[in-house]
C-alpha cells in the first residue's frame, strides 16, 4: 500500500474521525484508525462500536491496501508535520514509513481485516436538512438529556419526522427540550439518537460549509452524511416518554423578561446558590418586578428585574442550573416564563417564535 | 467604611492581587483579599506569606476602614457585575453589602486586624528596568530552575547587578539559563528571587503599559513596584552555585542552525521519545547535516536539518525536554550549538547577540 496526500486534508480528516475513537475501549484495534484506499481516494474510519466516523479525502494512490495506524500517535505526527506532501508506504509486515519533506517517521500498524466494518445503512429515501438549522436543533436540545445511564433512553435525543415537520425532544426528568423545524418528509420516521452522537455531529459540521445534512435510518441505526463525511450511529431502543402529555396547555401567569438580563442575574445568585445546596434560587413574581434571591452560608444575594407580567403574583424555587443552560441557547431577545402554580412546571419560550418550548420543574420551597 | 468605586478597576486589582492568594493554605484569613481605604483610594492585597501583592485604586471613599473578604466569592461577584460603578458599605459586625445597579450581595467579611502585614521595604535605591527588558529576561531564565523543592535555592533565579549591568541566571542540575541585560546600578546587589514570583510579575507586566519596573531589595526581601501595583517577595536563603565555573571557555564542534526548523524538528522527535524513556533523542552531526533520531517501541523518526558546522562530526544524545524548552523562548532566527565531546555540556546562543547563553547536559549514550 502506497499513497500521498496533502498534510492538511489528512490532519483535518484524523480530527474529524477520532471523534469517533475512543481512548478507554478494552478491544485495543478501537484505538486506531482505519486507512484504505478506495479508487483514487483515500477513506479513513474510527470508531468505537456505538458510533462510526468516515470522511474520504482526494489522494494519489500509488498501490491499494488497507491498515489500521494508532489514532492518537498517528494525529500527533501528521499535525506536526510541514503543511506539504506526505508519502505512506505500507509493506506486507505492516510496517508504516510516513515521508515528508525531511522527516520520515516509522511505525507498526496492525492489518485491517481485524478492523469492525461500520453497519451498512442503503442510502435511499434521504430526508435533508441544512446545516444551520440542524446544528440550532442539537444545540437547543441535546442539553438536556440525561447524563447518568440508571434510565438509558434518556441519554438519547428522540427525533420526530411526519407531515414535514421534524421535532427535536430531549428530557431528564427535571427539564424537557422541544424544537421544531421544517423538512421535507417523505415518509414518517421516529428515533432516539444517543446525544453523544449529535454533540459530536455539532462539532463536524463547520460553519463554512452550506451543503445540506442526509439523513438515513434503519430500524437500528441512522447514517448522517455531509459531504464527504458519513457519521453511523446505533440508536437508542426502548419507549421515549410520551412528552406531549407532560407539557401543560395553559398558564395563570405569563412573565416577559429580556432573555440577557435574566441570564445575568441568573449567573450572579447562582454564584452563592452554587456554594449552598441544590443550586436554589427564588423566584418573587410581583406586578412589574421580578426579584431572585439566594442564600448560602457565606452570603445572599438579592436581584431585581423590570418585567411585564400578565396573571398572578407568584413565589417559586427552581435549581439555577436548568435555568441558565436554557438562557445560554436562546437566541431570542426577549422570553416568556409561564406558570400555574408553585408547584407545577414553568415553561420557558421566546417571544417571537413558536418553534421552541422548554419546561422545567420547580423545587418546593421549604415554606 | 464606604466607598464606591468602577467595577472594571475593581476586578482588574482583584485579578491581579489574587495571584498571591492561595487557596491551600491553613490559615483561613490568607484567602481573603484586604481591602483598606488610603486616602481617596482603595487597597487591595493578597499575600500567602510568602509574596504579597497590593494594587491601589481610585474610589470615592464615603466612610474609612478595611476589611477581609474572600478572594474567591468576592473575584466571582465583581467579575459578574456589570460595568458600573459598585458601592461597598460595611458595618461594625463585618457585615459587607456589595450594591450595583440592580444586585445587592450581602457577605459576611473577616476583621483586618487579623490580616498579616507585608514586609516593609524602604523605598530608597531603586534600580529601574524597563517592563519589556525585564519581562524577556524573566521568560528566558525562570523556566529553567528546578520544580522539586529537594534544594529549595534552585526553585530561585540569581539576580545579580554590578557595572550597570544585570545578570539572571536559573539551574535545576541539568540545564542552566543565564540572561545578561544593561541597567544603571547605583551599588552592587545580589539575590535569588523565588522562580514563582518572577512568574506572578511576568503575568502581570501588562504589554501596553511602558514604565519602568522599581526594585527595591533588603537582606530578605525584594520589592517590585509598577505603576500602581507592589510585589513584595521574600529572598530564597543559602548560597548559589558558581555558575560561571560550569559554563565552558571552548569548543570543538559549532553548528549554525535555523531556530524554527531544529524547533519543529525536535517536536516531531519528541512524539516518538516522550513514549519511550527519557525523553531520548539523539543527534547524529557531519559535514552539513544533522539527524535527530528517535527509537520508541511504537516506532521510529528520522529527522534531517541543514547545518553550518565548525569543526569536528558528533553524536550526542539529549533530553528533548530541555531542548525544546530554550528553542521556545529564543527570539533569533539562527542558533549555534556549541560541542565539546559527547559527554560534555552543549551550549545553545543566539547568533546575533551575546546577552543569552542556555547550557544542557548530554544523555550518555548506549551506544
Same mark, same amino acid.
Given at each position: 500500500?502506497?499513497?500521498?496526500?496533502?498534510?492538511?486534508?489528512?490532519?483535518?480528516?484524523?480530527?474529524?474521525?477520532?471523534?469517533a475513537?475512543s481512548?478507554?475501549?478494552?478491544?485495543p484495534?478501537?484505538?486506531?484508525?482505519?486507512?484504505?484506499?478506495?479508487?483514487?481516494?483515500?477513506?479513513?474510519?474510527?470508531?468505537?462500536?456505538?458510533?462510526?466516523?468516515?470522511?474520504t479525502i482526494?489522494?494519489?494512490i500509488?498501490?491499494?491496501?488497507?491498515?489500521?495506524?494508532?489514532?492518537?500517535?498517528?494525529?500527533?505526527?501528521?499535525?506536526?508535520?510541514?503543511?506539504?506532501?506526505?508519502?505512506f508506504?505500507?509493506?506486507?509486515?505492516?510496517?508504516?514509513v510516513?515521508?515528508?519533506?525531511?522527516?520520515?517517521?516509522?511505525?507498526?500498524?496492525q492489518p485491517?481485516?481485524?478492523?469492525?466494518?461500520?453497519p451498512?445503512?442503503?442510502?435511499?429515501?434521504a430526508?435533508q436538512i441544512?446545516?444551520?438549522?440542524?446544528?440550532?436543533m442539537?444545540?437547543?436540545?441535546a442539553?438536556?438529556?440525561a447524563?447518568?445511564?440508571t434510565?438509558?433512553?434518556l441519554?438519547?435525543?428522540?427525533?420526530?419526522?411526519? &407531515?414535514?415537520?421534524i421535532?427535536?425532544?430531549?428530557?431528564d426528568?427535571?427539564?424537557?427540550a422541544?424544537r421544531?423545524?421544517?423538512?421535507?418528509?417523505? &415518509?414518517?420516521?421516529?428515533?432516539?439518537?444517543?446525544?453523544k452522537?449529535?454533540n459530536?455531529?455539532?462539532?463536524?459540521?463547520?460553519d463554512e460549509d452550506?451543503?445540506?445534512v442526509?439523513?438515513?435510518f434503519t430500524?437500528?441505526?441512522?447514517?448522517?452524511?455531509?459531504?464527504d463525511?458519513?457519521?453511523?450511529?446505533?440508536?437508542?431502543?426502548?419507549?421515549?416518554?410520551?412528552?406531549?402529555?407532560i407539557?401543560?396547555?395553559?398558564?395563570k401567569?405569563?412573565v416577559?423578561?429580556k432573555?440577557?438580563?435574566?441570564l445575568?442575574s441568573? &449567573?450572579?445568585?447562582?454564584l452563592?446558590?452554587?456554594?449552598?445546596?441544590?443550586?436554589?434560587?427564588?423566584f418573587?413574581?410581583?406586578?412589574?418586578?421580578?426579584?431572585?434571591?439566594?442564600?448560602?452560608?457565606?452570603?445572599?444575594?438579592?436581584?431585581?428585574?423590570?418585567?411585564?407580567?400578565e396573571?398572578?403574583d407568584l413565589?417559586?424555587?427552581?435549581n439555577?442550573?436548568?435555568?441558565?443552560?436554557?438562557?445560554?441557547?436562546?437566541?431570542?431577545?426577549?422570553?416568556?416564563?409561564e406558570f400555574?402554580?408553585?408547584?407545577?412546571?414553568c415553561?420557558?419560550?421566546?417571544t417571537?417564535?413558536q418553534n421552541y418550548?422548554?419546561?422545567?420543574l420547580?423545587?418546593?420551597l421549604?415554606?
Amino acid at each position: 500500500m502506497k499513497f500521498i496526500c496533502s498534510q492538511k486534508q489528512l490532519a483535518s480528516a484524523i480530527t474529524i474521525v477520532q471523534k469517533a475513537v475512543s481512548s478507554k475501549t478494552t478491544l485495543p484495534i478501537l484505538k486506531g484508525i482505519l486507512l484504505e484506499t478506495v479508487g483514487q481516494k483515500l477513506k479513513l474510519v474510527g470508531t468505537d462500536l456505538e458510533i462510526g466516523i468516515e470522511q474520504t479525502i482526494d489522494a494519489e494512490i500509488l498501490s491499494e491496501g488497507s491498515i489500521v495506524i494508532s489514532s492518537k500517535i498517528l494525529g500527533e505526527i501528521i499535525r506536526k508535520l510541514p503543511d506539504a506532501e506526505v508519502e505512506f508506504s505500507i509493506d506486507n509486515d505492516h510496517n508504516t514509513v510516513i515521508h515528508c519533506e525531511n522527516s520520515e517517521f516509522t511505525l507498526v500498524g496492525q492489518p485491517a481485516v481485524e478492523f469492525p466494518e461500520l453497519p451498512v445503512v442503503e442510502e435511499e429515501h434521504a430526508y435533508q436538512i441544512s446545516q444551520d438549522l440542524f446544528k440550532n436543533m442539537i444545540r437547543q436540545t441535546a442539553f438536556a438529556t440525561a447524563l447518568d445511564e440508571t434510565r438509558p433512553i434518556l441519554t438519547g435525543v428522540l427525533m420526530e419526522i411526519a &407531515e414535514n415537520s421534524i421535532n427535536m425532544v430531549a428530557l431528564d426528568g427535571y427539564r424537557l427540550a422541544f424544537r421544531q423545524g421544517t423538512i421535507k418528509s417523505y &415518509e414518517n420516521s421516529r428515533a432516539v439518537i444517543p446525544g453523544k452522537t449529535l454533540n459530536e455531529i455539532h462539532r463536524i459540521i463547520s460553519d463554512e460549509d452550506t451543503a445540506d445534512v442526509e439523513l438515513f435510518f434503519t430500524d437500528k441505526h441512522v447514517l448522517f452524511q455531509m459531504k464527504d463525511i458519513k457519521v453511523i450511529s446505533r440508536l437508542l431502543e426502548g419507549e421515549f416518554i410520551n412528552y406531549k402529555q407532560i407539557l401543560p396547555k395553559e398558564y395563570k401567569s405569563r412573565v416577559k423578561v429580556k432573555t440577557r438580563n435574566l441570564l445575568d442575574s441568573m &449567573e450572579r445568585a447562582s454564584l452563592l446558590a452554587k456554594e449552598g445546596k441544590n443550586n436554589l434560587v427564588k423566584f418573587s413574581i410581583k406586578d412589574e418586578t421580578m426579584t431572585i434571591t439566594s442564600n448560602a452560608e457565606i452570603g445572599r444575594v438579592y436581584e431585581t428585574l423590570n418585567i411585564e407580567l400578565e396573571g398572578q403574583d407568584l413565589d417559586i424555587g427552581f435549581n439555577s442550573k436548568y435555568f441558565l443552560d436554557v438562557l445560554k441557547i436562546i437566541d431570542s431577545e426577549e422570553i416568556y416564563l409561564e406558570f400555574t402554580t408553585n408547584v407545577s412546571p414553568c415553561i420557558v419560550k421566546p417571544t417571537d417564535t413558536q418553534n421552541y418550548t422548554y419546561l422545567i420543574l420547580p423545587v418546593r420551597l421549604a415554606n
